[in-house]
């Protein structure tokens, strides 16, 4: 069965730090596009950040220079390290699988999150 | 940043009603649009890809449409499953975005 579980999640402090992990099971991690969501209490979604099979990664810009997407193939694990929290960063982290496929007349590939997991909860608070 | 507009962003249908709700992109992203519908305290659950893709396992009476900065979901005939929550997301670049979301509610 394919499924991701996270964890990690806790109340934290102002300016501290927190890794997220998300262990999938059913295909490996590093084959696949993997992207973090969050969903801040009653508010919508935002994507977070996002690493591409080949390992290049990208941010949103509040998270940029505090966030670091990671995977590690041999526990085929995808991680959120998240340095400097605030207030702001309160939220349910999903961690997602992104499948590709082929855009008719375009370069790149069109992205779509398949499967998620259930979500770890951060807060940030003193 | 590419700027999702959802509108509206809450509705009330009965059920069997037939539900639209509406995705304008800030500028044109193709077909590079997704759908996903939430309920509460759930993951979100994709429903659509491409704009017209319907994920496997996802029922025919979700449709959609659309391309450049216009795009649509429709719901044929509203089941009791349906009331939750949905956002469009453009994956045309990074960062992706949402839109704010639809709720769709019980009248």
């Known amino acids: 069965e394919v499924q991701l579980v996270e964890s990690g999640g806790d109340l934290i402090q102002p300016g501290g730090s927190l890794r997220l992990s998300c262990a999938a099971s059913?295909?490996?991690?590093?084959?696949?596009?993997m992207s973090w969501v969050r969903q801040a209490p009653g508010k919508g979604l935002e994507w977070v950040s996002v690493?591409?099979?080949?390992?290049?990664?990208y941010y949103t810009d509040s998270v940029k220079g505090r966030f670091t997407i990671s995977r590690d193939n041999s526990k085929n694990t995808l991680y959120l390290q998240m340095n400097s929290l605030r207030a702001e960063d309160t939220a349910v982290y999903f961690c997602?699988?992104?499948?590709?496929?082929?855009?008719?007349?375009?370069?790149?590939?069109?992205?779509?999150?398949?499967?998620w997991g259930q979500g770890t909860t951060v807060t940030v608070s003193s | 940043d590419i700027q999702m507009t959802q509108s509206p962003s809450s509705l009330s249908a009965s059920v069997g009603d037939r539900v639209t709700i509406t995705c304008r992109a800030s500028?044109?992203?193709?077909?590079?649009l997704n759908w996903y519908q939430q309920k509460p305290g759930k993951a979100p659950k994709l429903l659509m890809y491409?704009?017209?893709s319907l994920q496997s396992g996802v029922p025919s009476r979700f449709s959609g449409s659309g391309s450049g900065t216009g795009f649509t979901l429709t719901i044929s005939s509203l089941q009791p499953e349906d009331f939750a929550t949905y956002y469009c997301?453009?994956?045309?670049?990074?960062?992706?975005?949402f839109g704010g979301g639809t709720k769709v509610e019980i009248k």
């Open positions: 059913g295909f490996t991690v590093s084959s696949n596009y």
């Open positions: 491409a704009a017209s």
């Open positions: 500028q044109s992203i193709s077909t590079y």
């Open positions: 690493i591409y099979s080949g390992g290049s990664t």
């Open positions: 997301q453009q994956s045309y670049n990074t960062p992706l975005t």
């Open positions: 997602a699988r992104e499948e590709t496929v082929g855009v008719p007349g375009a370069t790149s590939q069109a992205m779509y999150a398949d499967v």
